[in-house]
């Protein structure tokens, strides 16, 4: 099976929570403009649903990274099955 | 001569136990209690009767030592006898006739101060901590999900099973990488060391899990290696070691950004619960939430506020503006044609007023001076009218005297009429037989009936 392109590394899920930590904190803030809060919000709530998708959204995987020649890697699918390991 | 004596005439020959018992009681009783230094291999406890058996060795020759549980419970060891521990031991040398083997029972055992082994992990340890390979600054923080994960370990190990499931109870849905290596004995260090390499070089993993199950010592050995602590050192995604139990630490643990005690508790350390997460978004939007609809309320509150000062504000305006308005009007008004004609008409009037009133009390006072001279006037007239009618009221009555009917019945006439004297009779026809009458005389009046109904007509005197 071929490597796939890092698409978790696109809306990183870390920098978006604590993006939502920042949201939080400039809604706090009550000078604010009611079109930039509007904003802020909005951004807010994306940003959570785009989070529960990605959480949603993970497959999962087990995989060997097999070394090929001249320095390339392959992964390649684990049988699901668990073989009693002698310990 | 003598073998061949033997071999021809031979006494009656042992049997294996007799041989055996004879070498028992030999050696048993030449080696009562001997003291031996050795280093420690092929320790195994056997799990049903928890006794230790080891072999003692050295360049070049080996001795099996046997600790009894009972012993060892009784000697309340400080450390743990594993292989390649350098000891001492103290016993007695025991035959075993089943196997047709000594060994060394151990009545005492001591370690025979550092093994080689742990001189050189010190000596290791020392070096790479000048280094700077253990500096706490070089440890990373491990990312809050990481999406894939590479495991160095053994594909068959009970490490990669623990891990493998506590990843998937926890949170499915990361990718596993794994980079199976041989974790014990010969190149194994190598391959754990090109492991985390080649995962670092393929890039996927966000974090790396090195480790493997228990074992003793020797078999964590590859985990002390300097190669693995430099390729762990080395690592551009950050490493979570997990070597063996609790108790046990390698230089591995000390390079990587995190020691794990065991592989289950690393990949707890390294996935979150996936519930978790959901909770925390779920309260992140909650609370965004929550503070929109406080900072909604409250800008709400200011506008109704601004807009309520805004409207009395203006009221005030208009009611100023109006009061302003009305007096201009009036002072408009009174400049007006209409208002000042009926100013004027109104001057006029009073005027008017004024003049008939005093017209009219001039009137009165004038009035009242005629009427005193006309009433004198009047009660002269007036007496004079009197007096001629009281002359001839005079008059009447003398004359109404002479024309009294009375007068006439003086001179004997009578005047017939009804009993009640309403009816004057003039007439002989109105009279009817038996009816009642009365009659008067100058002197009164008397009731008679008239009788017979015979009617004398008489001319008339004077005709």
């Known amino acids: 099976m071929a490597d796939k392109g890092n698409k978790n590394k696109e809306p ?44 949603d959204d993970a497959e999962k995987k087990v995989s060997k990274l097999a070394k090929g020649k001249g320095g390339s890697f392959a992964t390649e699918s684990i049988e699901t099955e668990d073989s009693e390991a002698p310990f | 001569m003598k073998a061949v004596e033997v071999l021809f005439n031979p006494p009656e020959p042992l049997t294996v136990s007799e041989l055996t018992s004879r070498i028992k009681v ?57 292989d390649g521990d350098q000891v001492i031991v103290r016993g007695s040398i025991n035959v075993y006739q089943v196997q ?15 093994g080689a082994l742990l001189a050189a992990y010190k000596e290791l340890e020392k070096k790479l901590a000048t280094e700077g390979l253990f500096e706490l600054e070089r440890k990373r923080s491990l990312p809050l999900i990481p999406w894939t994960v590479g495991v160095v ?70 985990f002390n290696e300097e190669i693995v602590v430099r390729a762990i050192a080395n690592s551009k995604i950050p490493i979570v070691s997990a070597v063996g139990h609790e108790t046990d630490f390698t230089l591995s643990d000390q390079a990587a950004d995190k020691r794990a005690a065991t592989p289950t508790a690393a990949a707890e350390i390294i996935v979150p619960k996936k519930d978790d997460i959901h909770k925390q978004l779920d309260s992140h939007s909650d609370q965004i939430w929550k503070r929109m609809l406080y900072f909604i309320e409250t800008k ?32 408009i008004d009174m400049q007006s044609p209409e208002k000042r004609l009926s100013y004027k008409r109104g001057k006029l009037d009073r005027a008017y007023e004024d003049m008939s009133l005093r017209l009219k009390i001039i009137l009165n006072s004038k009035k009242t001076q005629h009427m005193t001279v006309s009433a004198s006037l009047l009660t002269k007239s007036l007496e004079t009218y009197l007096n001629k009618q009281k002359n001839c009221l005079n008059n009447q009555l003398s004359r109404l005297k002479v024309i009294n009917p009375t007068k006439i019945l003086e001179r004997g006439y009578a005047i017939v009429t009804s009993t009640d004297e309403r009816k004057v009779y003039k007439f002989v026809g109105e009279l009817i037989p038996g009816n009642d009458l009365k009659i008067r005389l100058q002197d009164g009046s008397r009731a008679v009936t008239v009788k017979g109904d015979k009617i004398m007509k008489q001319d008339n005197l004077f005709n």
């Open chain 2, 300 to 331: 709400s509150q200011t506008v109704d506020d601004i807009s309520e000062k805004l409207q009395s504000l203006i009221k005030e305006k208009i009611k100023f503006r109006k009061e302003k308005l009305f007096s201009t009007k009036r002072t």
């Open chain 2, 100 to 114: 047709g083997v000594y060994q060394v029972n151990v009545e005492y055992i001591e370690q025979a101060g550092l």
């Open chain 2, 26 to 82: 030999e050696l048993e009783s030449g080696f009562k209690s001997v003291l031996v230094a050795g280093e420690i291999s092929n320790l195994r406890v056997v799990q049903n009767s928890g006794h230790t058996y080891f072999t003692l060795k050295d360049e070049k020759a080996q001795i099996k030592v046997v600790l009894w549980k009972r012993r060892r419970d009784y000697l309340n060891l400080k450390f743990k006898p594993s």
């Open chain 1, 12 to 55: 990183n899920f870390e920098i978006s929570v604590e993006r939502l930590e920042e949201i939080i904190k400039e809604l706090d803030n009550g000078d604010l403009e009611l079109e930039k809060s509007i904003k802020l919000y909005e951004e807010g709530m994306k940003l959570t649903s785009r989070c529960q998708k990605m959480l």
């Open chain 2, 153 to 222: 370990t053994s594909q068959d190990g009970a490490a990669f099973r623990d891990i493998r499931s506590t990843i998937e109870r926890r949170f499915p849905g990361i990718h596993i990488i794994l980079r199976s290596v041989k974790v014990q004995g010969e190149g194994a260090g190598l391959q754990i060391a090109e492991a985390i390499s080649d995962l670092n070089k393929h890039g996927n993993s966000e974090v790396i899990i090195a480790g493997r199950g228990g074992g003793s010592i020797e078999e964590l050995w590859a």
